[in-house]
């Protein structure tokens, strides 16, 4: 592998389920680290379940593997290049590996829901940029959520619909626990005129 001549930065993109953070990453034009990757499979010990027993609460970040993200995204911002799980939510279940390469870019987006629960490890290692959480109307949120896990096929309807509704109840204590761990909320624009200040090194300076 060969290493940048300084090392890169990572963009944390994060906020509720369906409220367009892969849009968004993908408008960039940069390079995209997918946090869900990370999730654990649905044979771990350690998932935590739904309050009431009926399953493992994907919502909750102890169903993701937060420490091999931040060394997937510590081994980006290093030498440019980290193996990815290559998950697949519908099974619940990882079904191989992948190679995430950024070339020599200075900057990467690393998206996901339990993105903000890393800003305190990133800036640790000092190679943030900026974390977002991208926000908007709980009803437009859930109807994109919704149209896409149903297109995807991602779990039955009936799961589907029932997540969908307890997620957008739950939506403005999302954003403010994100926004708690440091994301700065905010909308699309807004999401990209401080990307486009991350990409010109004008961000962390002015902390998130």
Sequence with gaps: ??????????????GPSGSGKSSLAALTGLPVLNLDDFYKEADD???????????????????????AAVDAIAELCRTSRTAVPVYDIATSSRKGTTTLDIGRTPLFIAEGIFAADIIGHCRELGVLADALCLRGRPSTTFRRRLLRDLREGRKS?????????????AERGIVARQTALGAYACGKDTAMGRIAAAAAG???????
Excluded: C, K, N
Aim: net charge positive.
């Design 202 to 208: 004008r961000r962390e300076g002015a902390r998130v």
């Design 157 to 169: 309807a009936p799961y589907l619909i029932s997540r969908g509704l307890r997620l957008m109840r």
């Design 45 to 67: 010990p350690t998932l935590p379940p739904l309050p009431d027993g009926s399953g493992p609460d994907w919502d909750a970040p102890g169903s993701w593997d937060h420490r």
């Design 1 to 14: 592998m060969t290493s940048h001549s300084s090392p890169a930065r990572v963009i944390l993109l994060t």
